[in-house]
C-alpha cells in the first residue's frame, strides 16, 4: 500500500480544462499526490489527467472527499462509488470527511461508520477526516480505533500553524496534512520569508514546503503553472538553519482564511 508522499498537489478551485491541464502538468513534473474533493466538481478533469498520464495505479496517491449533503447512510456509499467512477479508479488512496456535519440528523457515528465501511468495501486504501477538531479528533478515534485515521487535513500556513491540532495529531499518529499551505499566494510576498529564501537562492514557497517537511507536515499547495509546480516539488534542496525554522514558527498570528458559517468551534 502507498504511503502518503510528503508533497502533493493540491485542486481546489480548478475547473474544466484548466483542472485537467494543470493536473497532467503536475503528474508531468513528477507529483504522483494528488487532492480532490466531491464539491470541487472537478474529480472527472482529474481522473482525465490521471488516464492520459498513463502512469501506474500504485504509483499514484489520490485523495477525495465526501461532502455534506452526502454523509447521511444511504447516500454515502454510492456518493464514493460516484466519485471513483468520474476519477476512473477503482480505488482512491484517501478518502476523507470533508467538514464535520454541521447538523443533528447525521451523526458523527453514522457517518464514520460510513467511512469505515467504504475502507471495508476496498474503495479506499486509507480513510481520514479534514477540519476536525481535537476534540472531534479524539471522538473519530474512539470510534474507528486507534491507527484508523491516517490524516486530519486542516488548514497550516505560516500565518495560522494550528498548533494545537497538529500536536494532537502527532501524539495520536495522525498525518497533519497542510491545505493552503501558501495562505493562497500571500506567502510569497512575507519579508521574512522572502530574506530566508534568498539566503537559499530559493523561493518563500520551497521554504514554506522546507519547514513543513522539518515539522512534520504534510502539504498539498495547488498551481496551475508548470513552473511553480516544478519549483513547489524541488524544494527538497532547501536545509532550513534551527534559527530559519524558529524565525518560521514565529510568523503564526492566528490568521485564519478558511471560516465557513458551518465550521465547528475551532480549538
Ligand atoms: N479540506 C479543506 O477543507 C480544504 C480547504 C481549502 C483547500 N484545500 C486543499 O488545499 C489545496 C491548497 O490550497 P489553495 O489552493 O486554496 O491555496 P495554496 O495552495 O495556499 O495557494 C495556491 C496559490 O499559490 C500559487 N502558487 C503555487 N505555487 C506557487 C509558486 N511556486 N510561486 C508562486 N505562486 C505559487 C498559485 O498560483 P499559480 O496557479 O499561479 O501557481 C495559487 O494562486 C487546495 O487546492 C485543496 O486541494 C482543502
Known sequence: MKDMPQLGMGTFRLEGEVARESVSKALEVGFRHIDTAQIYGNEAQVGDAIKTSGLNRNELFVTTKVWHESLGEGHFIPSVHESLEKLKLEYVDLLLIHWPYPGSDVTLESYLGSLAKAKEQGLTRHIGVSNFTIDLLNHAEEMLGKGEVY?????????????????????????????????????????????????????????????????????????????????????????????????????????????????????
Request: aromatic share 6%; hydrophobic share 40%.
Open 151 to 267: 490524516t486530519n487535513q486542516i488548514e497550516i500556513h505560516p500565518f495560522m500553524q494550528n498548533k494545537k491540532v497538529v500536536e494532537a495529531c502527532k501524539e495520536k499518529g495522525v498525518k497533519a496534512t497542510a491545505y493552503m499551505p501558501f495562505a493562497v499566494g500571500k506567502v510569497m510576498k512575507d519579508e521574512t520569508l522572502l530574506r530566508i529564501a534568498q539566503n537559499h537562492n530559493a523561493t518563500p514557497a520551497q521554504v514554506v514546503l522546507a519547514w513543513m517537511e522539518k515539522r512534520h507536515i504534510y502539504a498539498i499547495p495547488s498551481s496551475t503553472s508548470k513552473e511553480h509546480l516544478a519549483e513547489n516539488l524541488a524544494y527538497g534542496g532547501v536545509q532550513l538553519s534551527e534559527e530559519e525554522l524558529a524565525l518560521v514558527d514565529g510568523l503564526d498570528n492566528g490568521e485564519r482564511i478558511v471560516n465557513p458559517d458551518f465550521a465547528p468551534s475551532w480549538d
